[in-house]
């Protein structure tokens, strides 16, 4: 994967691989890309992906801060959708698969992995996350915004991240870190591919995608959502989305927490 200044979009011999359909909007700086999708979820014409080289209030799930060192991977995807919430939300399993096959463009692939519910990990370290937010009416999403950071030249110091988190890495301590520009022109290739399946198929194939790159599926791991903690064998990823766990008080389905092993 090419690391030149110019975007692969702007190479006439790959231009060809930018999917039809996907605007895209690249900022130096912004506070952040989700809060930039928002901005423009009234006036966007259709599907735009935001990239920024800096953002100065970037977050990822419940809040917590994201960091973005220059040369790391900050974007959002404005996506219209038309859809149901539950439906809707099975888009962060769309782009974690997406985002797995980007990766093992110079990542070795047997490294990679897919923590639920939203992360990507590289020899068991968290190297990327994924956020999704919706706008819409009474029972229907109409644009749902898909915020994805990737550590690609830096990773956070363990310091900085809250106590019990997994150990950050870099795209970089296990291969060659592509710029953000170059990494974006392929996630956008392999989503919308992913996408188009999903809106053909349905959320099968992604489920069995997802679930054949799972990190510690079939292994004893800990859910923590914001009532209980749950311990049992991760089972498998169900039609909806949930985390199945087989626990001493019989099986579980969980529709949101945090995984711990």
Not at 126 to 154: F, Y
Request: proline share 6%.
């Amino acid at each position: 994967m090419s690391t030149d200044l110019t975007p692969l979009w702007d190479v006439p011999e790959t231009a060809q691989f930018w999917p039809a359909g996907y605007d895209r909007v690249i900022l130096d700086h912004t506070d952040s890309t989700m809060a930039e999708a928002r901005r423009i979820s009234s006036s966007a014409s259709g599907h735009t992906w935001i990239l920024a080289r800096e953002q100065t209030a970037a977050h990822g799930r419940r809040g917590r801060a994201w960091t973005n060192p220059a040369g790391n991977f900050s974007a959002t995807l404005l996506l219209r959708v038309d859809d149901t919430p539950a439906n809707a939300a099975l888009r962060s399993f769309v782009m974690a698969v997406a985002l797995r096959q980007t990766l093992a463009m110079t990542v070795p692939p047997e490294q990679l992995s897919l923590k639920w519910p939203n992360d990507a990990m590289i020899a068991g370290g968290k190297v990327a996350g994924i956020l999704l937010e919706s706008v819409g009416r009474a029972g229907r999403v109409d644009w749902l915004s898909i915020g994805i950071g990737v550590n690609l030249t830096q990773a956070p110091d363990v310091a900085e991240v809250e106590t019990g988190a997994f150990r950050p890495v870099a795209v970089s301590q296990y291969g060659t870190a592509p710029s953000p520009q170059d990494f974006l022109f392929w996630l956008v290739s392999h989503f919308a591919d992913r996408e188009q399946s999903f809106r053909s198929f349905g959320f099968d194939p992604i489920r069995r995608l997802w679930l054949a790159h799972a990190a510690r599926l079939g292994e004893v791991i800990t859910a923590k959502t914001t009532r209980d903690t749950l311990t049992g064998t991760f089972e498998t990823v169900d039609a909806d989305g949930n985390l199945v766990l087989k626990t001493p008080s019989g099986v579980q389905a969980i529709p949101a927490a945090d995984v711990y092993f």
